[in-house]
Nanobody, 118 residues
Framework: QVQLVESGGGSVQAGESLRLSCAASINIFRINVMGWYRQAPGKQRELVATVTSGTIINYINYADSVKGRFAISRDTAKNTVSLQMNSLKPEDTAVYYC?????????WGQGTQVTVSS
């Protein structure tokens, strides 16, 4: 079992920044993939960014819509995965969910709301 707790959501103006954090209940060295997804009202949940643990390096993937603006990172000392979101746009408004893939199972956090006004 893996529990995930997100924090850092809020309401900002377009062009501002937010940083989301996801704290895992186990050592994230043991988690194959961690990432962020989002779901806007009336839309399907979509990938934002993921980081996959590799033997030497980690593999990072971003949705095209956030490339160059968002950055995902892992802090193994704190067992957290963060998402730095810069140059936010109104279309980034959504509930953001942290996800972990551990021993073949998906685990989700409860979500945190991000609202960007123009």
């Amino acid at each position: 079992q893996v529990q995930l707790v997100e924090s850092g959501g809020g309401s900002v103006q377009a062009g501002e920044s937010l940083r989301l954090s996801c704290a895992a209940s186990i050592n994230i060295f043991r988690i194959n993939v961690m990432g962020w997804y989002r779901q806007a009202p009336g839309k399907q949940r979509e990938l934002v960014a993921t980081v996959t643990s590799g033997t030497i390096i980690n593999y990072i993937n971003y949705a095209d819509s956030v490339k160059g603006r968002f950055a995902i990172s892992r802090d193994t000392a704190k067992n957290t995965v963060s998402l730095q979101m810069n140059s936010l746009k109104p279309e980034d408004t959504a509930v953001y969910y942290c996800k972990a893939v551990y021993i073949g199972r998906d685990y989700w956090g409860q979500g945190t709301q991000v609202t960007v006004s123009s």
